[in-house]
């Protein structure tokens, strides 16, 4: 049975720090594009950030809202993906979700409908 666990949210003021962790169960990150979305209330889910490896080559995604301030990154041994989010913002604010592909690439912009398994969610909330 795959499963991703979403962890690592939390509150936290403006310009603070935050990373978060999604580990999968049944599934092998390496294997597969990997990515963070977010969707605040009222507003569309946005595909943060994307990994994947070819070879020896790691190829990353930033959507441009977060770019310079988040860094996506996943730990083979421990079959977990991170998201370190620094310099934090309220427009930040959001539930994030990780998700991982259909496939070894990812697509760009990442779209929700590219990824085939979820997390539940954990919710960042940023105050100015």
């Known amino acids: 049975q795959v499963q991703l666990v979403d962890s690592g949210g939390g509150s936290v003021q403006a310009g603070g720090s935050l990373r978060l962790s999604c580990g999968a169960s049944g599934y092998t990150v390496s294997s597969v594009c990997m990515g963070w979305f977010r969707q605040a209330p009222g507003k569309e889910r946005e595909g943060v950030a994307t990994i994947y490896r070819v070879d020896r080559n790691t190829v990353i995604y930033y959507a441009d809202s977060v770019k310079g301030r988040f860094t996506i990154s996943q730990d083979n041994a421990k079959n977990t993906l991170y998201l370190q989010m620094d310099s934090l913002a309220p427009e930040d604010t959001a539930m994030y979700y990780c998700?991982?592909?259909?496939?070894?690439?990812?697509?760009?912009?990442?779209?929700?409908?590219?990824?085939?398994?979820w997390g539940q969610g954990t919710q960042v909330t940023v105050s100015s």
């Open positions: 998700a991982a592909g259909w496939q070894l690439r990812c697509p760009r912009p990442p779209q929700g409908a590219d990824f085939r398994y």
